[in-house]
């Protein structure tokens, strides 16, 4: 049981946590190394086994209990092996250090071995792996799976400025000042944007407390154990704030943009996130839902991020276009939501009142193609992206990739393209490779009245052809953000036919029988239900998930993980989710995925909004 | 996979040259401390089978295996040996002769009984050589095997040298796959005793996996635990040798040799405790990056002061030794100890 | 005449430089904005004609010298316009402000308008430029090809801690405080990874010496104009910290790599990055020939900066291939140069004696192609880039390119390709293009036996069909770097089928009748001139190139720049180049670009490394 | 490109919307100093042909040429206005009349000689009107054309305003492009001092380019070039209005419209230096992004002061102001002078 660390706040795996000890201590957090053999010491080793005996290890324990009593992290007594070990001397060691304790302990994770439980396990080897991306990532992802989410990572004699960003951003939520302290003593000068020897600076480019009042030469002309208190104290500073400035970030859910830039440090990094990026289960079940900021497309690897493959696998998954046979493809704009930028008003304009029978897709890199229904939907209103014109051979790649699934899913009697450039050879790679005909309507400038004239003739021209499906704007959006968030057919359920879209784009109410279902939340583009709708959709036979099931009780204003029965593995941290126990139905927003959910011992599971006793003739009516 | 079947898989990726088995796989000349004198040493490393513990897998940190010979040799190869490393000691007047086999010389899988006996009768037989020296495995300590010698050598002194290692059997076994026990190097030290024969421990400074300051702590602790088992106490730093298991973790980040400033510190404490023994160390490959080092700057006065305190036993050389790099080697003694399983590299 | 300042040092456009007044001032520079007001500063503002009138105007100048002499750069009167305005009103009031002054004056740069000489030009509504990537690179490539390259350019109101980096990288000298200032008075918090408003906060992310000492919330606390105070200077010590890192890293010669991941803080960064990229000209001009650090390629901007772009134009420009007609593609390795890593250590004994009939060829990214005679050559011995075995689309499609212009200039009889995975997609692709044929002998390991013996059979198999021409390995390696850094021809001039190569590789020497004619130096694979070999380039009527003429004197040590009569626009720094006057025959190395050189007043032009009294007799023997 | 060509494409590129030539422009009513007490005026913009110096490009910051009619008003249209404006003074017991058009109300261009004498007798005849004030450019303003305003407004006031927005030429040409001379100012009201006919001199703060400092200074000085020739200053603080160059480069990042506190500065220094004039100001639109404007806080509180002293010209009234954005604004005239051409922003 982990009662001695929660999380309170993720920003994809990386977190903000609360070591529970009488001065609790806030995560990511940087344990002073040598504090680590104080007994009194809120974290304090109980010592080797290569040179304890069983009855000294024990001796140790008692001391550290004896001193501290609960309000010490104690690190179980340990034998350490380098990564890589052969598996049997793990075993045999692992045997015979089958040490516990009471109160609060760290462990040592040993690949290979089974692990117990503890409320901070230490990666072993952990520095062994600087510069090994692929075994990191591995070992990292491994370990996650293995230990309760609400436990705390140690990784130790790894750290330094410039990677510190890169280790939280992974959700790693304590290191050391080993590497910092040793760079001191060894004359290395770290920063963010790596490390210098004193010998070959010729300026010291920081302001912080140990530089500030001296100057390069006076610290090379300083006796060498003065020079090394300094320089560590630098570098200690440096690290510092390097993870404050990680848990700012974390805050304020922006910390994968940061990475984004601070991993060109060093060509390890850059690969950790590249190699990250491809696990998408890893990355993806820790992504929110949406979030409130900016999502900053800067860099090839913005192409990857999850919250951007999500979009695109939602898209394929769970998506389905209203019942339009002519398709409009259109190119994306600088200003969101799409429909109300200078250029899209005037392909709308265009439309005019044949617009009611086409469906519009917007195609955008990195997102790759966005329904005009989901224009709103987190990112595809949130991103930035660098404007220069030129679309590189991947984005192309993955954008048309993107548009071609959608084509080889979604059937439309006639798909129009009125793109240029960039957009247009997509739209082509796209054609050839289905042998479907897309007719474009752009002559040079999407905005041109040359090329407005034209789309609006070629659609009105179709649609005098023959008899096409209307589609019905607010509904077909409502249903579309629906089906995104919870699953193919629960568009269908919140927004039948018979339901009525109240108040104007982009504030819209679905309401069934003049009951109001769900609404949707403009900042997100996402849907909030009602005690109504949450009831429509948990009484269902045609529906199931997003679901937290709970004990017999009726909880109020925040659900705890301990009350958690079961979640819905799907949840994600920001998901709207339905809270069904034996006592009580209710509806909130999910503050940790829905595996956290069900391991955590710890922590805020959902925030509610709305929460009723169960009646269960209400629940049928 | 256990840690003797990784040391044999790096084993068997081993190509070992052939070479002609009537020489030596090393024959050298250098100073000794010998009863508070510095005396000559010829130093053979016969080629022989090979260690019989090497071939099943072997010690972590020991590459002597590949100076095995590809064919064992005839007893009649063997003898050559002796004859051709002598020359090295032509112009010696008085000396001892170290003799170590890439094993055991006391194994008779390695050495025959017979060429033993040769062997050692012809040592004898030269007036100039007043103490011979062998290394073993400490279960061919026996009675009967040390009489046989002791009957060969004559007058001539007679010393077993036993790669001890550690007193500690969990470092022994889990670091180094030693293959025996500390009652094992202690029963042997008692039938050496018995036979009047001297015995020298032979002690390895930062084997896999410990932290410099547990390293350096072990080897103090296992001087006090040998004290009364050995007369003299060599250590050996320990070295990447090519085709260890030591250099697999090395090349891998995962191993760093000892500071030389831990083997003063060790030679200093052991030394003023333990008067009475001889407690020497030569640190192989001293300076370089497979050797134990200290910082660029002071390697070799620091590796140079310990070979003269290890021929003069005299404590002082070590005293004047300083360098920037001192307050580094104690900041690792201090961090060394809590990096739980990665070492500090430089 | 630019008489008060002077670039020291650069690299890529950034340069290091000094404005040489009493006490001389470090370039780049942050002005205290609000210095400018004092007559007496080392930066004095003449102010501005919006409210004085021309006395008033030449009063401001004569008080300004009076005050500091020569000791200020003073900026003369001025009448500013924002960048957007008609550009009859710039002229108009251009032509009001003809002011002129003694000693160092500093004027504003005006779009369209004549430039007159000064010290130091000031960007004019440079401020405006803030998000608009394509016009800030417009108007700093106008400045920098009409100003001279000696003066000092002052970009006002724009640098911020994030982006200065990029500004000096760009080549600007001159900053100011003007945004860190009024940041601090509008409650934000600057850092070099973005701003912040305070109230958003939950922790101060920095320890420099105005937030060591306080908390966020004892800062929160305080009466505005402290906490404006502390703030600014907070601001004011990233933005100075982050100057001086930036000048660190000119000396160190990677401004680049930090730029690289720097730029992913704003997206116009990013966009002024891939901008600044496309306008290769600039670019390369002033890209040094070899760095001794390494190339960085961690990102995909990695592939189009200019030492990269310069490396493949100069193979398809510059390279001829020995005279061997079988063709083998290999893949790089990650130990750098090639040839001593394990896997070519394996191809090349595969290819065993049959080595001398074949041509190497190395594909790799970002680099393109590398020629085995040209992998000591700055930067195919020095990158390092991430590996994570994926290759994106813009890489496989910008070394096919390489490859794919390499085949079609460079014809074999036979190509074989030793590769896998992405290196045989490559070849695939070039293979169809062209219609050539590529013989494949990898099966899916290059390092496996059977790979190998393949790739051993294949050659020797060809070899026994015919006749084949032999390489000579030294002389073609040294022809190579002859002709890559010297141009077509260089090779033939200096390494005749009658030379010698002496030494061993990497460290060959040229001899022809005993003397010597030229050096390789490994660490940057390129060739250094002894002054025979100096005589025998500058004597042949077959090469022209690489020259600096000077005037009839003979200069020691270091060539200054106002020595220098005409130089090679192809001159870049780090450049081997002849020095020829009618007085002196001598080589060095180039210490600014052949257009600064003839364009500067001040700094060294070249540092020479042999230098003799010009001998007619001697040249022509 | 001139200034003047800049302009009118920006006005080339506006769409005016048609509507009924029946109603002006817009009519309002809102109290004012006179006479150091408050009254109630009616201010009517009459729907003319337009200004016909802003039909050939006009001042950068003006927006009110797109209120002029699309199709010339006839004369009985124009008098329609003022039938429909006085409606909105029905309930007023007695007020001042301020008579505006998109351009000048003396041009007979745009109000033809009849009709402005007829719309002068009207409210001549109107007894509640006390005062009347119309807008003009100075060339207009000639003996001929006062002397028969005079005769048509009997006993009723009569002052005359003219939008010289600063005594600055080069600003007004290079920055305003207004298109008319300080001296064409001050010939105007020498003209209207002979004729007993009072002068309204409009001003305007914070013109295209100016940095704040050089804005306030710049109407400090005015005030002091034009106390001999005014009697009541009214300070306009520029703001941002469609279809204008100030917009075009206001969307550029540009241009910043005045500080709040500025006009709070100018209050106070110049009515201080000069206490017989009555200075006024009336900020439109304060607080958005388009107007004038301090920190979100404390927009609508100085504004509201600015109103209040406009109207009882007690400076008292802008004693108490504060807000932590002032230090900003401080630090903003500072260093808005120094940017070389880009204004400070928020």
């Known amino acids: 049981m982990t009662s001695y660390f929660e999380v309170e706040q993720r920003d994809g795996a990386a977190r903000i946590g609360k070591i529970l000890l009488s001065t609790p201590i806030r995560t990511p957090h940087i344990i002073d190394t040598v504090s680590l053999k104080d007994p009194a010491g809120p974290f304090a080793d109980a010592g080797s086994m290569w040179d304890l005996s069983a009855e000294e290890a024990l001796e140790n324990i008692r001391k550290i209990r004896e001193l501290s009593g609960d309000d010490t992290i104690l690190i179980l007594p340990h034998q350490d092996l380098t990564p890589d070990v052969p598996g049997d001397v793990a075993e045999t060691i692992a045997k015979k250090i089958d040490m516990e304790a009471t109160g609060p302990i760290g462990r040592i994770y040993r690949h290979g071995q089974d692990v117990k439980k503890a409320d901070l396990y230490i990666m072993e080897g952990a520095g062994s792996f600087q510069g090994n991306a692929r075994k990191f990532m591995q070992r990292i992802i491994e370990i996650r799976e293995k230990i309760a989410p609400d436990t705390a990572l140690y990784v130790p004699n790894l750290c330094t400025p410039a990677n510190a960003a890169m280790l939280i951003y992974l959700g790693i939520d304590i290191v050391d000042n080993t590497r910092a302290t040793v760079a001191g003593y060894n004359d290395i000068y770290l920063t963010t944007s790596g490390s210098y020897f004193v010998d070959s600076m010729a300026e010291l480019p920081c302001r912080c407390d140990a530089c500030a009042p001296i100057t390069l030469e006076e610290l090379r002309e300083m006796p060498k154990a003065d020079r090394a208190e300094i320089l560590t104290r630098h570098n200690c500073n440096m690290l510092e704030a390097e993870v404050v400035l990680a848990r700012e970030r974390i805050r304020a859910g922006n910390l994968r943009e940061y990475v984004e830039g601070q991993c060109r440090v060093e060509p390890w990094l850059a690969g950790l996130l590249r190699l990250f990026d491809t696990q998408y289960g890893y990355m993806e079940e820790h992504a929110p839902l949406a979030r409130s900021n900016q999502l900053l497309a800067t860099t090839s690897e913005s192409m990857t991020r999850p919250e951007v493959v999500r979009f695109a696998r939602r898209i394929h998954e769970r998506y389905t276009p209203p019942e339009t046979d002519i398709l409009v493809l259109l190119p994306c704009s600088a200003k969101k939501p799409y429909s109300i930028s200078n250029s899209h008003s005037k392909f709308i304009r265009s439309l005019g009142k044949n617009r009611r029978y086409v469906h519009e897709v917007i195609i955008t890199s990195p997102l790759g193609v966005v329904p005009r229904e989901l224009e709103l939907t987190y990112p595809a209103s949130h991103y930035d992206t660098v404007v220069t014109g030129y679309w590189d051979a991947e984005e192309i790649k993955w954008v048309s990739s993107c548009l071609s699934e959608y084509l080889s899913k979604n059937k439309y009697s006639h798909i129009i393209a009125h793109v240029e450039e960039a957009y247009r050879e997509i739209c082509e790679i796209v054609s050839k490779e289905l042998g479907i005909e897309i007719i474009y309507t752009s002559s040079g400038n999407v905005t041109s009245y040359e090329s407005l004239d034209n789309l609006k003739n070629t659609v009105s021209g179709i649609v005098a052809e023959g008899e096409f499906g209307q589609n019905k704007p607010r509904s077909d959006l409502m249903r579309a953000i629906a089906d995104y968030q919870f699953g193919p057919g629960a568009g269908e359920l919140l927004v039948p036919d018979r339901s009525k879209i109240k108040a104007p784009f982009p504030k819209h109410q679905v309401f069934i029988d003049k009951k109001q279902i769900a609404t949707l939340i403009p900042q997100y583009g996402i849907i909030a239900l009602t005690i109504d709708g949450t009831r429509l959709l948990a009484a269902s036979d045609d529906y199931e998930g997003y679901t937290v099931t709970i004990d017999d009780f009726l909880p109020r204003g925040s659900l705890l993980a301990p009350g958690v029965i079961d979640a819905d593995e799907r949840i994600r941290t920001g998901d709207e989710v339905l809270v069904k126990g034996s006592k009580a139905i209710g509806v909130g927003r999910a503050m940790m995925n829905g595996k956290e959910m069900v391991a955590s011992t710890r922590g805020i599971a959902v925030d509610l909004r709305h929460i009723k006793k169960a009646d269960k003739d209400k629940d049928k009516d | ?346």
């Open chain 2, 1 to 346: 996979m256990s840690l003797n079947k990784a040391v044999l898989d790096i084993r068997n990726r081993q190509r070992i040259k052939p070479s002609s088995n009537d020489y030596p796989a090393a024959v050298w000349r250098s100073t000794d401390h010998f009863n508070g004198e510095t005396a000559d040493t010829l130093t053979i490393i016969f080629k022989t089978s090979g260690c019989w513990w090497g071939k099943a897998g072997g010690c972590t940190m020991c590459g002597f295996v590949y100076d095995s010979a590809k064919i064992p040799p005839t007893p009649e190869e063997l003898e050559k040996q002796l004859e051709n490393a002598m020359h090295k000691g032509e112009r010696l007047e008085r000396f001892m002769v170290k003799i170590f086999t890439s094993g055991s010389f006391l194994d008779e899988k390695e050495i025959p009984v017979e060429t033993r006996k040769n062997i050692l009768g012809k040592l004898a037989a030269d007036e100039r050589v007043f103490k011979v020296i062998v290394e073993s495995r400490p279960e061919f300590v026996t009675d009967e095997i040390l009489k046989s010698c002791i009957d060969a050598l004559g007058d001539t002194s007679f010393e077993v040298a036993i790669g001890l290692e550690t007193s500690s059997d969990n470092i022994r076994k889990n670091s180094i796959n030693k293959g025996f026990k500390f009652t094992d190097y202690t029963n042997a030290a008692t039938v050496a005793r018995n036979n009047g024969v001297t015995m020298k421990a032979y002690l390895l400074l930062k084997p896999l996996f410990l932290s410099e300051k547990e390293a350096l702590e072990d080897i103090v602790k296992t001087i006090d635990d040998v004290a009364e088992h050995a007369q003299t106490i060599s250590i050996n730093l320990c070295n990447v040798q090519n085709g260890t298991y030591v250099e697999h973790l090395w090349q891998r980040g995962q191993y760093r040799p000892p500071w030389l400033w831990s083997i003063v510190e060790i030679l200093q404490r052991t030394k003023q405790k333990h008067p009475e023994l001889v407690i020497t160390s030569d640190p192989v490959g001293a300076g370089s990056k497979r050797g134990p080092h200290n910082c660029k700057k002071c390697s070799r006065d620091v590796s140079d002061a310990v070979h003269l305190y290890s021929r003069t036993q005299d404590l002082r050389v070590l005293e004047e030794l300083n360098c920037e790099c001192k307050d580094l080697w104690k900041k690792v003694l201090e961090l060394d100890d809590l990096t739980y399983g990665s070492p500090i590299l430089d």
